[in-house]
């Protein structure tokens, strides 16, 4: 059912191509969903693949309105919901892909089994920028790996976004923690509290020497892909388990297996894709915002600010490489009628 009332939306009608920035119905939320007020949308790089069509893997029909993660506050529930009511303030992820609507719009009706609770003391910014990234982060470190107090921990990529969530994801739960980067972001990573390794200058066997005795890492979570998952078989130690987000690609098994190591695969998008497991996606939400609350997880944001009338610029932004931190679009009100594109100048 679809109500009479409109609202603003950055509608793609061909891949690559500008966003149209116009009014479309308001959608009413049906059983088992809520109608959010979207105050701020997160930009991710899947976002911007998905938006140049090269992600076979999150497809989403056109026409389509983007942006997977949100915050924002309820405005009516749907028949059957008594986890929200009008006026909680919310975050997710919650659409973007498979036909779901996405965030950037001044509205979408969403599942309340891919929401949580707001931390209390977070931004709507900055809880935007958090569900896509916590939840891999979660699955990897939680859900497979198990990680406990102790441990060393290796987060490759550790100043990337999931990489600078599971940085302090690890170090919440106890574990010695490593991350490698860039030799800029080195201090970054100090200040998470890991111990930085700067790839560019360390190799594999330098640095598992210098920090385990040549042992090994006995958790290795993999943000990058490539060759540096290859590396992480290389670099765990024996009955250790490597982890991946990005774990696509042929990749040779032999150094993994003689070490009796095991391997997960992490693929977020698994439940809004097939509806199996969105109630894990509130509940990893849940106990993030805990974390959050308690200061142990926190967000990096790009200081711009956007809105749902300049959201090509965040992403011609992210696909530059010039984001440090998360990019967020803030959506507080109707913008002007124009079109924008991420690929224009």
């Not at 891999?136 to 198990?146: F, M, V």
């Not at 390794?197 to 993999?222: C, H, L, N, P």
């Not at 774990?247 to 809004?272: D, E, I, K, N």
């Amino acid at each position: 059912m679809t109500s009479t009332k409109s609202m603003m939306a950055a509608v793609l009608d061909t891949h690559g191509a500008a966003f149209r920035i116009a009014p479309i119905a308001r959608p009413e939320p049906r059983s088992g969903q809520v109608l959010l007020q979207i105050k701020a949308s997160a930009v991710n790089p899947l976002d911007t693949k998905i938006h140049a069509g090269e992600a076979a893997h999150a497809r989403q029909p056109l026409p389509a309105i983007l942006g997977i993660d949100l915050a924002g506050v309820v405005e009516a529930v749907g028949p059957g919901v008594t986890a929200f009511r009008r006026g909680d303030e919310v975050y997710g992820m919650t659409g973007g892909v498979a036909g779901l609507q996405g965030s950037l719009a001044e509205f979408a009706a969403v599942d309340v089994d891919l929401l949580a609770p707001k931390p209390v003391n977070l931004s709507m910014r900055e809880a935007a920028s958090l569900p896509l990234i916590v939840i891999t982060a979660w699955e990897g470190l939680i859900d497979r790996a198990s990680v406990k107090a102790g441990q060393q921990v290796l987060v490759h990529g550790g100043a990337g976004g999931v990489g600078h969530i599971a940085v302090q994801l690890a170090r919440a739960l106890g574990a010695d923690v490593f991350a490698t980067g860039s030799a800029q972001d080195q201090a970054f990573i100090r200040q998470l509290g890991a111990t930085p390794i700067d790839y560019g200058e360390a190799s594999v066997e330098d640095y598992v020497a210098a920090y385990t005795q040549g042992r090994g890492f006995d958790v290795i979570y993999d943000t990058v892909g490539g060759a540096t998952l290859d590396a992480s078989f290389k670099a765990i130690r024996r009955f250790g388990h490597v982890v991946s987000c990005l774990g696509w690609g042929t990749h040779a098994l032999g150094p993994l297996s003689f070490r009796a190591a095991t391997y997960s695969g992490v693929f977020t998008l698994l439940p809004m894709l097939t509806g199996e497991g969105r109630a894990h996606h509130g509940e990893i939400l849940r106990e993030a915002a805990v974390l959050a609350e308690a200061g142990k997880i926190a967000p990096r944001l790009d200081p711009r600010r956007f809105t749902l009338d300049t959201a090509c610029d965040a992403y011609r932004a992210l696909k530059a490489g010039r984001a440090e931190g998360k990019l967020v679009v803030e959506i507080s009100a109707a913008p002007s009628v124009r079109e924008t594109s991420p690929t224009s100048a």
